[in-house]
Structure formats: structure tokens, C-alpha cells
């Protein structure tokens, strides 16, 4: 073959590959259901196991009702357990779909799948590398996950995992075009820190547009090392529509470790059409967490992290003053859901909250 009419041959093929851009459903679009990655004692051990457990008998029992509830159990014996245990706390089995695949963590809003749509609407995975951010814990069973369920429910799956390490929680869209994301927790090449080594905030951003869809991308700084996630973006806010924001006061963000510049970038943030968005506060804990067995930790908790899903709102919950106020100013924005209140407290020792260990499939396939 003609060298030319090769390299014509590979650009033009290129270039058509480019040319297929993806959507991703906004949370609050219908759910065929809820993927959650059930703790195990494999990994932290059974104590670990015992004090988180409660949250996912929590969020099983809140969910099945108007959509599927997806567990991934560790193993064939854990999914003997996990269905044990939700026959003890009266939790109905017909929408709840067990797969057994070894996980090393519960976190599958990081790890687990990106349900997107092409072009034509048709429900796909994108697999993003995940690399325990940064390196900081064991990643290899979780990274397989995308992979595994998109064989088992015969979805395509868009292999990104040489391209970009992209954590769930680390990106909000406001499903019209906008993405807001950290550059700490997607971007830095801070020692300890780095996901995608050597990417730049233009590649990422491409990968964004064609990933996500999004037309435009807002960056904070963030804070690399604040946190195991190096500051994900769903700790502190959230869109509810393309127009309006959760978040939280200045006072409470500056607690939580953003910098004034972050906050000023937040609270003038505007949407595709440039209007600025409307923002609803939602205070943090009045008191800093303490766990459900005892211990008091340093950090107020945040409300922010909640999870959408078809009929109700899981809103992280802390046994606080404030547990009230928050989950009302939260059902006011969805009027047609039910608020519920997760008791996160044991998990909020972990670095975790509701939306943390929450992961959407779209109705579509």
C-alpha cells in the first residue's frame, strides 16, 4: 500500500474515532438502579467490616424500593452473609442483584463505572484508570471493576485506562456543558498525589469534553494532601440543575481547607450561557463528627455529599444539630423525592460519605 494513502488512511480513521462524543446523565436522570460495593474484612478486617456495615443495610433498604440495588460482594460467602444480613433487617431481595467480584475497598464512586451515552443514546461504560489516588492505597481489584460489569451486563466498554486516571467523586457536572473539578485531585504531579503522570490541564480537559461532554471546564486549585482524595470536589459542592449549586458559607469552606481564591471561584462560577449560578447553602455539622462507637474526630462533617437517586435523596446524616436543617433545605430542592438520612458516621472516620460509595447506572441499556 502507498505510504501516503496509509497515513491518509489512519489520520482520516483517527479523526472519525475523535469525532464521538459522549454524554453523562446527570444524577438526577432516571436510574435503572444503584451500584454499591458491599465492606468486606478482607482488607481492613472485620471490626472495619462491622462499624461501616450498618450505612449499606441503610442505603439498601432506602433504595430498593423505586430502583435495582447492585451489590458487589467480595465473594460467594460474603454474598451468603450480605443476604443474611438483609433478611434480619427486613430488607425486601426482589430488586437487589448480587455480583461477586474481589474489591479492595467500598469506594465505588472513585473505581466503578461512568454510564455514559453516545451519540445515537445508547448506554455505555467508560473504564478510567484508578491508581488508589495516587498511589496511596491498593487499587489493583477495584481498577478491574468497570471492566467486569461491562462484560456481565454485555455493555460496551470504552477502555480510557492509558489515557487518564479519573475519580468519580473528583468531577460535578451540571449536565448542560459544565464540569467543575480540582486541579489537586485531578491533575497535580505532586509526589503522593498523581493520577495521570505528566497530563496537562489542556489534555485533561479534552478528555473531559469528549468523555463527559462538557463544553467547559472550572477549575479550583484544591488542596494535594489534605485528604486521601486531595480535595474531591463532592465533599462541598453539587449541582442540582444548570443553573443552580449546593454548597456551603465561606466560613465552613475555609474549615474544610479551600483557599480564598477557591471560594471566589465557586461563588462566581457560571454556566454555558454565563450566567452566574443561583447557590443554596447548607451549613456543615454544628459540632466536629463523632463516631457512632465513640471516637471524636477532628472535622465537622459535610451535607454536600449526598446521592440522588429516583424516588429519594440519601443525605448524609451525623447524629448533629444541624442533621435537621440540612436534610430540609435539602428536600426543598427536590420536591418530588423523599429526603433520608444515612447515619455516615463510622464511615466519615474513612475519609467517606453517602455519594462516596453510591454509583448511578441510567435507565438505557
Known amino acids: 500500500?502507498?505510504?501516503?494513502?496509509?497515513?491518509?488512511?489512519?489520520?482520516?480513521?483517527?479523526?472519525?474515532?475523535?469525532?464521538?462524543?459522549?454524554?453523562?446523565?446527570?444524577?438526577?436522570?432516571?436510574?435503572?438502579?444503584?451500584?454499591?460495593?458491599w465492606s468486606h474484612h478482607y482488607q481492613h478486617g472485620?471490626?472495619?467490616?462491622?462499624?461501616?456495615?450498618?450505612?449499606?443495610?441503610?442505603?439498601?433498604?432506602?433504595?430498593?424500593?423505586?430502583?435495582k440495588?447492585?451489590?458487589?460482594?467480595?465473594d460467594d460467602a460474603e454474598k451468603k452473609r450480605i443476604t443474611g444480613i438483609l433478611e434480619k433487617n427486613a430488607v425486601p431481595l426482589k430488586n437487589i442483584d448480587f455480583k461477586i467480584y474481589p474489591t479492595d475497598d467500598v469506594w465505588v464512586r472513585d473505581?466503578?463505572?461512568?454510564?455514559?451515552?453516545?451519540?445515537?443514546?445508547?448506554?455505555l461504560i467508560e473504564d478510567w484508570g484508578f491508581n488508589g489516588w495516587g498511589d496511596k492505597f491498593d487499587s489493583e481489584n477495584c481498577d478491574k471493576i468497570p471492566e467486569l460489569i461491562g462484560k456481565d451486563l454485555g455493555?460496551?466498554?470504552?477502555?480510557?485506562?492509558?489515557?487518564?486516571?479519573?475519580?468519580?467523586?473528583?468531577?460535578?457536572?451540571?449536565?448542560?456543558?459544565?464540569?467543575?473539578?480540582?486541579?489537586?485531585s485531578m491533575i497535580s504531579q505532586k509526589s503522593g498525589a498523581i493520577r495521570t503522570k505528566g497530563i496537562t490541564q489542556q489534555e485533561a480537559e479534552e478528555m473531559f469534553e469528549t468523555y463527559y461532554g462538557v463544553s467547559k471546564v472550572i477549575w479550583l486549585d484544591g488542596v494535594t494532601g489534605l485528604d486521601v482524595t486531595d480535595m474531591h470536589i463532592d465533599g462541598f459542592m453539587k449541582f442540582i440543575n444548570h443553573n443552580t449549586m449546593i454548597t456551603m458559607d465561606e466560613e465552613d469552606l475555609l474549615e474544610l481547607g479551600l483557599s480564598d481564591k477557591d471560594i471566589s471561584t465557586l461563588y462566581t462560577a457560571t454556566n454555558v450561557e454565563g450566567k452566574e449560578y443561583k447557590k443554596i447553602y447548607v451549613p456543615a455539622t454544628k459540632n466536629k463528627v463523632k463516631t457512632a462507637y465513640g471516637k471524636q474526630l477532628e472535622d465537622k462533617g459535610s451535607y454536600v455529599n449526598y446521592y440522588v437517586a429516583n424516588n429519594v435523596v440519601l443525605v448524609p446524616n451525623y447524629g448533629d444539630p444541624?442533621?435537621?436543617?440540612?436534610?430540609?433545605?435539602?428536600?426543598?430542592?427536590?420536591?418530588?423525592?423523599?429526603?433520608?438520612?444515612?447515619?455516615?458516621?463510622?464511615?466519615?472516620?474513612?475519609g467517606g460519605m453517602v455519594h462516596c460509595v453510591t454509583q448511578q447506572q441510567p435507565i438505557g441499556l
Open 111 to 123: 473505581n466503578g463505572p461512568i454510564f455514559v451515552k453516545d451519540d445515537k443514546g445508547k448506554l
Open 155 to 184: 455493555v460496551k466498554v470504552v477502555n480510557l485506562n492509558e489515557e487518564m486516571v479519573n475519580e468519580g467523586g473528583a468531577v460535578e457536572t451540571d449536565g448542560n456543558g459544565v464540569l467543575m473539578a480540582c486541579k489537586s
Open 322 to 350: 444541624n442533621d435537621k436543617i440540612a436534610n430540609d433545605i435539602i428536600q426543598k430542592q427536590y420536591p418530588n423525592r423523599k429526603v433520608i438520612g444515612i447515619d455516615v458516621r463510622n464511615l466519615y472516620e474513612n
Open 46 to 67: 472485620k471490626t472495619y467490616r462491622e462499624r461501616v456495615e450498618q450505612t449499606w443495610i441503610d442505603m439498601t433498604k432506602a433504595l430498593q424500593g423505586n430502583e
Open 1 to 37: 500500500m502507498n505510504n501516503k494513502f496509509f497515513t491518509f488512511i489512519v489520520t482520516l480513521s483517527s479523526m472519525f474515532c475523535m469525532s464521538q462524543t459522549y454524554h453523562f446523565p446527570e444524577e438526577s436522570s432516571p436510574h435503572e438502579g444503584t451500584w454499591l460495593q
Open 69 to 74: 440495588v447492585h451489590i458487589i460482594a467480595y
